[in-house]
């Protein structure tokens, strides 16, 4: 069980889901030699501060970044899609949100987005883990 010893909140301003597929540069080898593939758009958004959360899926692998220049991000995290918690919360037949949560290290990042007509809010949360 996770406890919360540290909660970070990044709601987005704008987000879009299942960009226009970009050509984002990779950061380990096996990528680098994959580079003419493309990694392809889940979630991207942009939070009151100006800073992008963006999440990818490369074959099997989810690509999370985090940064205001995506081409140097401030975080870059990886995980395989066994290791990632997906779920689809909703009410009655409605979708009311859609999340990916990812884990490294100590800390576990959960990555959102919710329908429109439910409500109004997409980001990223981050915990600390015991």
């Not at 899609?81 to 779920?87: A, D, L, P, T, V």
Request: hydrophobic share 35%; with cysteine; aromatic share 14%.
């Amino acid at each position: 069980m996770k406890s919360v010893y540290f909660f970070l909140p990044f709601v987005c301003a704008s987000f879009s889901l299942n960009a226009a597929n970009t050509s984002i540069p990779m950061l380990d080898k096996s990528y680098q030699e994959s580079s003419q593939q493309q990694e392809e758009p889940i979630f991207t958004c942009r939070t009151n501060q100006g800073k992008i959360i963006q999440l990818n899926k490369y074959d099997k692998v989810y690509i999370y970044r985090f940064g205001a220049n995506l081409n140097n991000p401030e975080l870059t995290l990886t995980s395989h899609i066994e290791n990632i918690i997906k779920g689809v919360i909703t009410k009655g037949a409605i979708e009311i949100k859609r999340f990916y949560e990812l884990t490294s290290g100590n800390y576990t990042y959960n990555i959102f987005y919710t329908n429109p007509k439910a409500y109004d809010e997409n980001g990223a949360e981050v915990f600390k883990n015991n």
